[in-house]
């Protein structure tokens, strides 16, 4: 019984332990990407905040070029080209005329360069204003990815929760059933003890044990280390692997002591050998002898079935003396 909840616990911290493992590296793997996002989400948001003050600054910068521009050509259109004229022409000699030409070669190019200036900067403004729009999508994109990254998490957290969960279910049970089938195997023994034991000749033993059934011993009598939680279990008896339904014998003649339901056990049989030697037949699926009734060695009392604290077919043998449990197979040939 034990072997068999063994192998099948096994194989659920084995599929439970990848499972583990998966999310866990999925996990990383979310926050790490999410710390890789938040971070460049941060470096978009100092990049928009930096073209954000440029613009500003650039917009300020054209109003007041744009202001100096507007008046020029104000004055310009007010005055018209005949005002560089008359500007030489009231020239009182050549070196005033000179001068007057200089200034005029300056203001002209001073025009030129303002006018090239403001439409450089309204090119840049236009450039900054595209790229900040631009950021601003990347920006909602990664926010974006971002809250997908936290979904990923959140539903990892939430899948090893319930494994935990069910990984904390599963133990909580596995003690308590362990512990009533302790408390089972004591009250069986009280209960032995209590009725005695039946002499030899009167039991109709033989005094030899044959296999109750043939099949391979799936857990072995004794202690051993629980494969889940590495605690010290003991197994009362020996675990032989059937089918539903095949048919168990008597170890050996004697008078059935119990047949009935014991919750850990399930259907059980006690059939007692005399000479204070007792076996013990469990979770079986039918029960074919009673209480108070002879059996004779090999003859059939029960067939294999689950039932109890066991998750597939198997006979639990146990042989007893003076109600306590002993190593089956010093019995058994």
Same mark, same amino acid.
């Given at each position: &019984? ?23 590296? *999925? ?11 938040? *971070? $460049?989400?941060?470096? @978009? /948001?100092?990049? !928009?905040? =930096? ?9 300020? #910068?054209?109003? /007041? ?7 020029? &050509? ?12 008359? %500007?030489?022409?009231? #020239? ?22 303002? !006018? ?21 999508? #990347? +920006? ?8 997908? $990254?936290?979904? +990923? ?5 939430? /899948?090893?929760?319930?494994?935990? =969960?069910? =990984? ?21 023994? /009280? ?17 030899? &044990? ?7 011993? @799936? ?11 590495? @605690? ?23 008078? %059935? ?10 259907? &059980? ?9 007792? @076996? ?14 002879? %059996?004779? $060695?090999?003859? %059939? ?24 449990? +002993? *190593? ?6």
């Amino acid at each position: &019984m034990f072997q068999s909840r063994r192998q099948q616990a096994q194989q659920q911290v084995d599929t439970l332990s990848n499972q583990l493992q998966t999310i866990q590296k *999925d996990l990383d793997k979310a926050l790490n990407e999410y710390k890789e996002i938040v *971070d $460049k989400r941060k470096i @978009t /948001e100092q990049q !928009i905040e =930096a073209n954000t003050e440029i613009l500003e600054k650039t917009e300020a #910068a054209l109003a /007041e070029r744009s202001r100096i521009l507007n008046k020029r &050509m104000r004055d310009i259109y007010k005055n018209g080209q005949i005002s560089y004229l008359d %500007v030489l022409l009231g #020239a009182n000699d050549f070196s005033d005329f000179a001068t007057r030409v200089e200034i005029l070669k300056r203001v002209i190019r001073q025009d030129i360069n303002l !006018i090239t200036t403001v439409q450089a900067e309204r090119n840049l403004i236009l450039e900054k204003r595209e790229q900040l729009v631009r950021d601003k999508a #990347a +920006v909602v994109e990664l926010e974006k990815a971002a809250e997908d $990254k936290q979904q +990923v998490i959140a539903q990892r957290k939430k /899948e090893r929760a319930t494994l935990l =969960a069910s =990984a904390v279910q599963e133990r909580d049970e596995s003690e308590r059933e362990y512990q009533n089938l302790l408390e089972e195997s004591r009250r069986i023994e /009280e209960m032995l003890r209590r009725r005695g034991s039946t002499t030899t000749e009167s039991a109709g033993s033989t005094g030899s &044990m044959l296999w109750p059934i043939q099949g391979e011993i @799936t857990s072995p009598y004794g202690w051993r280390t629980h494969p889940i939680f590495g @605690t010290q279990r003991y197994h009362s008896g020996i675990d032989i692997a059937g089918d539903y339904g095949d048919p168990i014998k008597a170890a050996d003649g004697g008078i %059935v002591s119990d047949a009935s339901w014991w919750s850990g056990y399930g259907n &059980m049989v006690v059939i007692d050998h005399g000479g204070n030697i007792q @076996t013990l037949y469990g979770h079986c699926s039918q029960l074919l002898v009673s209480e108070g009734q002879h %059996v004779s $060695k090999g003859q %059939v009392i029960a067939l294999v079935g689950a039932t109890g604290y066991a998750t597939g077919p198997h006979l639990h043998f146990e042989v007893r003396q003076n109600g306590s449990p +002993v *190593d089956p197979m010093g019995y058994l040939p």
